[in-house]
């Protein structure tokens, strides 16, 4: 593995904390660890325990006829959807801008690598914006596109699309850097030895990349089934048919009903579990790989 | 098979890599591509290959105009300075990687395959480590990997891009005659790019000596070595002692002093620039002698097989100017030298150079 997914890993330094001479007193220690727990607790620990317990409060049998209601299963699967659409797409743009802007020189690099950040800087309710200004009824296109019985602002279309802008950087973003640290020798070494463009790829580039890339899908993946901003803009709230997991935890809240809205948001909250449970494996196998490497 | 380079040109912006170099590369020749840093020799090779192109200019391989193909149907074996084996593949898949991407109907049988790999680790003297990761091998055994899957795919030349420069002296001097042996059985057109003299000299059958884009040399490493044919080439070559003076009949005056010249082709009253390496130059003590540089002692390296003295000149005009002299430890226990002592500096040969012109500023 490379250095550059190495720098995700920190790195432990026991003999740092061991010696007595760069240790600070027992009551600056106790302070520091007391005060960062208790952060931890306050803003971290407390909400997700408060969105189980507020999903359970009226019990099992509320929360899993919450979850069975038409409206919310149909959220679920429309997250599901989206999502299934959304990062395989970004998954492909990733790694063809990351492959891009890491192997080739060109004009405008600079500029590229600018605008792969745009989805980050920019706030995801003016990314949602701009989608109904382009394909709204009175947007750029849309007179066009209703001409040819298109219609994307409030379908699934549109709601992909709002996805796809938000969480394009992450795949690209780890990317990036990763193969510039690894730089192109090897894919020039395919190459005189005979090997095809997509043999390059497939047989060196991509087994180079595959634990950055796997955690960049985990990460792409966890941003789209929670958007919200982008989302909200773009998708009308129409119930069973365009309303995501997140949209559809908002509307049951504005409607008083905790117990359904906490059940929904429970879900996503199990979602983000699973993801950093898969994260921290995706870490840790890497690591396991690096270390295998580097010991003999 | 052959290599000719014909006119190649290749800038990178306003900087001048490569300025209509022409060389010719025999088959079964071993051949040092030596110069500093930025000389443009690895863009060469990189041009030679494919990897680069030129902005202008053809290379020929076996008298036929490659420049337009592809790297891959060039057939060339490459060798990185940083080895660039595949990390995540053993060793024996990274020696069989080039039959394993032949198209389907140029593909040998996986036992073939095996076979091939086989006898290329024994030809490197590395069957033992065939299950290994590259990041569990040492610098020399990594860059013996590298080597063997060049040689895989039976490329018509071998391209190696300062393929020690990565490794420490002692397996660098090891692998250099190694490489030597290796060529010699199995006699491979092969261009090897470096820019340590010593190495260029040893193991090339000849070598081409370059400089800022230029090729200023070409021959045997005793001929580039013995007869240098610029001053650039006379002091990349070696430790050298540089005397600027004006011919005078028979004589070189420098200052106040004069030394002995045999035949020159430089007319009285040319202002030259003489080399002299250092063990061409003798110590005499006595001053009175009428030729020679007089110099100031300044220290007496007595170490290993022949000593060495440092001395600065005490002419009016070039004070400070440092010279380095090279004696046998008998002649120096001769001499009984002083720190600080006078002496006269006597050269046995001595090669004169017209001073260069003034480098030609180029208009952006």
Redesign the interface.
Known sequence: MSAVVATHWTVHSRRFETSAATREPAWVRGMLIALALAFFALFLLLPLVTVFAEALRKGWGVYFAALAEPDTRSAIFLTLLVTAIAVPLNLVFGVAAAWAIAKFDFRGKQLLTTLIDLPFSVSPVVAGLCFVLLFGAQGWFGPWLADHGVRIIFTVPALVLATIFVTFPFVARELIPLMEAQGQ??E?????????GW?TFW??TL??IKWGLIYGVILCNARAMGEFGAVSVVSGHIRGRTNTLPLHVEILYNEYNFAAAFAAASLLALLALLTLVLKSLVEWQGRQQMN????? | MSIHVQNIAKRFGHFVALDNVTLDFPTGELVGLLGPSGCGKTTLLRIIAGLESADSGQVFLEGEDASAAHVRERQVGFVFQHYALFRHMTVFDNVAFGLRVKPRGQRPAADKIRQRVSELLDLVQLNALANRYPTQLSGGQRQRIALARALAVEPRVLLLDEPFGALDAKVRKELRRWLRTLHDALHITSIFVTHDQEEALEVSDRVAVMNQGRVEQIGTPAQVYEHPATPFVYSFLGAVNLFHGRVQGPHLQVGADQVRLDHHGFETGAETLGFVRPHELDIVTDLSERSGIEARVERVLALGATARVELTSVGHDQTGRFFEVELSHERMAALRLDTGQRVRLQPARIRLFAPEAPPVELTA
Do not use: C, D, R
């Open positions: 020798e090897e020039e070494a395919a190459i005189v030895l005979g090997a095809s043999k047989y060196v087994p180079n295998a490497g580097q010991q003999l």
